[in-house]
């Protein structure tokens, strides 16, 4: 049973213009979000995270929100650049994933940003 | 920065062997974690570690074994290394959450392909 999911396999967007990228998550105990960017042949990178304290947190281009009634978070990127092409996955943490920052990933999303 | 080395980017093994994949961390971190990454399937973690000499089971680790001998490295074996276990490895490390939520930090991976 997935406890984060990312429904979109894969985003296609406009150099300039805005990538959302959306997660759900199926468990409240969740206290803490992360979203990171992975390349091919590379590890994941740590690109921004969130607490369940606040419902926005933004750093430079990128913006994560989060609805906790919903269970919703999403990643904003402003503008996106064709450096921004790459496998994103969301990520959550809380009591149920374990006490030490355990988290659990969503599937990722494929985010292409055309010229 | 936090810096996460894993032995080797690229490995090739025959099945049967035993396989040896080793990380090493620089931040003095206490947990680190092995994941594996394959294409729709995400990040799904082997095997965790909180301190020198614990490991914990994560959600698929079956076929593995770790183990952490010195605080800064963290080795995932191979028992008898499938076909099935091809895939790409990543190894993590991050800062225990009793100083607040941390996030993960990753090594660039270990691609690993069982003929």
């Known amino acids: 049973d997935q406890q984060v999911k990312q429904n979109s396999p894969s985003l296609s967007v406009q150099e300039g213009r805005i990538s959302i990228l959306n997660c759900d998550y199926t468990n409240s105990m969740f206290d803490y979000f992360l979203w990171y960017k992975k390349y091919p042949a590379e590890g994941p990178t740590f690109l921004i995270s969130i607490s369940s304290i606040k419902d926005k947190n933004e750093d430079g281009r990128f913006t994560v929100f989060l609805n906790k009634s919903a269970k919703h978070l999403s990643l904003h990127i402003v503008p996106s650049q064709p450096g921004d092409s790459a496998v994103y996955f969301c990520a959550a943490s809380g009591v149920y994933g374990g006490s030490q920052g355990n988290l659990i990933f969503g599937k990722g999303t494929k985010l292409s940003v055309k010229p | 920065d936090v810096k996460v080395t894993q032995s080797s980017r690229y490995l090739v093994k025959r099945t049967g062997e035993k396989v040896f994949l080793e990380c090493v961390q620089d931040?003095?971190?206490?947990?680190m974690f092995w994941y594996r990454q394959d294409p729709g399937l995400g990040l799904r973690l082997i095997y965790f570690s909180y301190d020198v000499k614990m490991k914990e089971k994560g959600d698929i680790p079956e076929g593995y074994s770790v183990s952490r001998e010195k605080k800064e490295r963290f080795s995932l074996i191979l028992e008898s290394a499938s076909t099935n276990q091809t895939s790409m490895y990543l190894c993590a490390s991050s800062s225990p959450t009793g100083i607040g939520h941390q996030p993960q930090h990753f090594g660039y991976g270990t691609r690993l392909s069982i003929l």
């Open positions: 931040m003095d971190h206490e947990n």
